[in-house]
């Protein structure tokens, strides 16, 4: 006896990461504005995307980095802020990656109209042309005293510190759902 078997297995990572790249010499934050090549156009994100297959959070923040700003990081760069789930299991992840140096980014992927640098004040005043990524930040991690502390930090400060609050965390996840 003979069984056909016709399988389609596509796999869709769901979780992203995104870096939230911040020059601490200009106190300035590295926003995109998404091109119309991609959802949410037009709205201005930090650089970041979806998890490859087998591809860990972190790794994933420092590939989608490098690949839309045409400046290569790598995954040790990166310190983690905070990830959230949502009421479906999809993580959201945020890496803060500090600078010291300017660099103009350049979209090569064309995912990217323009870069442009924001400071921690500007960035709210984005309003509705804030994509998820910024929206979930400037709601939920700007204004934390971990990551304010993460940005500006004290000498007796780990610099490895994650935010592990339950309390931001649950409000980051009731933010995406």
């Not at 796999?11 to 601490?24: L, T």
């Not at 690949?67 to 990081?73: Q, W």
């Not at 790598?74 to 660099?103: H, P, V, W």
């Not at 990551?147 to 400060?157: A, T």
Request: with cysteine.
């Amino acid at each position: 006896m003979r069984v056909k078997v016709k399988a389609s297995l596509k796999i869709k990572i769901e979780d992203v990461s995104w870096v939230i790249c911040y020059n601490s010499k200009t106190q300035k934050f590295l926003l995109g504005e998404r091109s119309q090549k991609v959802k949410k156009s037009l709205t201005w994100g930090f650089p970041g995307g979806h998890l490859d297959m087998f591809e860990g959070a972190k790794s994933a923040a420092a590939r989608e980095f490098s690949e839309e700003t045409d400046y290569p990081i790598s995954k040790k760069d990166l310190q983690k802020i905070a990830m959230a789930k949502d009421y479906k299991g999809k993580r959201y992840n945020f890496y803060l990656y500090t600078i010291d140096e300017d660099f103009t980014p350049v979209s090569k992927d064309g995912e990217t109209n323009k870069f442009d640098w924001f400071t921690i004040q500007e960035i709210p005043k984005l309003g509705n042309k804030l994509h998820k990524s910024s929206i979930m930040f400037r709601d939920h991690i700007l204004e934390h005293p971990k990551f304010k502390d993460m940005i500006n930090p004290k000498p007796n400060l780990n610099k490895n510190d994650v935010i592990k609050n339950p309390v931001l965390n649950e409000a980051l996840a009731r933010s995406i759902a």
